[in-house]
């Protein structure tokens, strides 16, 4: 049995972008009006240019595939998580168990947990595929639970570690800063945190501001990594795939 950790570009959506181009390009043939065939044909190049964007990803996220860029982004990032012997880390959005998984095996002496909500918005992952995939790569020091990166049922200081890969700028909120807060609510004084995101101003706010914040609460060795250099993936890459801003939260509480 092999990991399937499935596709950050599902192939649902693809599917759906492919019908509506199909239907716009009949429906652009067989209309005899000619307003109504002229928008059928614009519509039929946005759909056909969105489903050429769409395709492009999947390969690029393909685990299996060529590039690969899901995996050098997970593996990459728990090169930078390091968890005490006896220690527990929580993954927050872990999805399908990619990077909990990846992190288990970096720290065998630790209890990683990977922590999602899942539901309809990501209706390939669950729990039960996260468990699969845990199962498939031979870890046993995984557990995963059902929750909400928003407020985390877990009381102050429970974990020795955090981390996340492109989870909180999914989350509708008028202050993402707040919501790495609560990730760092549940951190243990000394321990450590590695968070993946697209911390653009637009999305975050000023996050240079925030990294001197952390500082001020008392928090050390904090540092922001961009990941578009050549560290994940190459400026171009984050440019057409939309995940310019991208980089590590990286420190110590």
Same mark, same amino acid.
């Given at each position: 049995?092999?990991?399937?950790?499935?596709?950050?570009?599902?192939?649902?959506?693809?599917?759906? *972008?492919?019908? =509506?181009?199909?239907? =716009?390009?009949?429906? /652009?043939?067989?209309?005899?009006?000619?307003?109504?065939?002229?928008?059928?044909?614009?519509?039929?190049?946005?759909?056909?240019?969105?489903?050429?964007?769409?395709?492009? &990803?999947?390969?690029?996220?393909?685990?299996?595939?060529?590039?690969? &860029?899901?995996?050098?982004?997970?593996?990459?990032?728990?090169?930078?998580?390091?968890?005490?012997?006896?220690?527990?880390?929580?993954?927050? /959005?872990?999805?399908? @168990?990619?990077?909990?998984?990846?992190?288990?095996?970096?720290?065998?002496?630790?209890?990683?947990?990977?922590?999602?909500?899942?539901? #309809?918005?990501?209706?390939?992952?669950?729990?039960?595929?996260?468990?699969?995939?845990?199962?498939?790569?031979? *870890?046993?020091?995984?557990?995963?639970?059902?929750?909400?990166? *928003?407020?985390?049922?877990?009381?102050?200081?429970?974990?020795?570690?955090?981390?996340?890969?492109?989870?909180?700028?999914?989350?509708?909120? #008028?202050?993402?800063?707040?919501?790495?807060?609560?990730?760092?609510?549940?951190?243990?004084?000394?321990?450590?945190?590695?968070?993946?995101?697209?911390?653009?101003?637009?999305?975050?706010?000023? &996050?240079?501001?925030?990294?001197?914040?952390?500082?001020?609460?008392?928090?050390?060795? *904090?540092?922001?990594?961009?990941?578009?250099? @050549?560290?994940?993936?190459?400026?171009?890459?984050?440019?057409?795939?939309?995940? /310019?801003?991208?980089?590590?939260?990286?420190?110590? #509480?």
């Amino acid at each position: 049995m092999k990991a399937d950790y499935k596709n950050w570009m599902p192939k649902g959506m693809i599917l759906i *972008v492919a019908a =509506a181009a199909a239907l =716009a390009a009949v429906t /652009g043939i067989w209309v005899s009006y000619v307003p109504a065939r002229i928008a059928a044909g614009i519509l039929c190049i946005v759909f056909s240019a969105v489903l050429l964007w769409m395709i492009a &990803m999947y390969r690029a996220f393909d685990y299996r595939g060529k590039r690969q &860029m899901s995996r050098q982004i997970i593996e990459g990032i728990a090169e930078y998580v390091n968890v005490p012997a006896g220690g527990a880390l929580l993954d927050v /959005g872990c999805g399908s @168990g990619a990077l909990t998984i990846a992190c288990a095996k970096r720290n065998p002496a630790a209890v990683i947990t990977g922590l999602d909500r899942w539901g #309809k918005d990501y209706a390939s992952f669950s729990r039960e595929l996260c468990e699969r995939n845990a199962e498939a790569e031979s *870890v046993t020091n995984t557990r995963f639970v059902q929750g909400d990166a *928003v407020s985390l049922n877990f009381p102050d200081e429970s974990f020795d570690a955090v981390a996340s890969n492109y989870v909180y700028h999914n989350i509708p909120s #008028k202050n993402r800063q707040e919501l790495l807060l609560e990730a760092l609510r549940i951190l243990k004084k000394g321990g450590t945190f590695a968070i993946h995101d697209i911390f653009s101003k637009s999305k975050y706010g000023d &996050m240079d501001a925030f990294v001197e914040k952390l500082k001020d609460m008392g928090c050390s060795e *904090v540092r922001l990594i961009p990941t578009t250099d @050549g560290l994940f993936m190459t400026h171009s890459e984050s440019r057409w795939m939309g995940l /310019g801003g991208s980089a590590l939260l990286l420190g110590r #509480k």
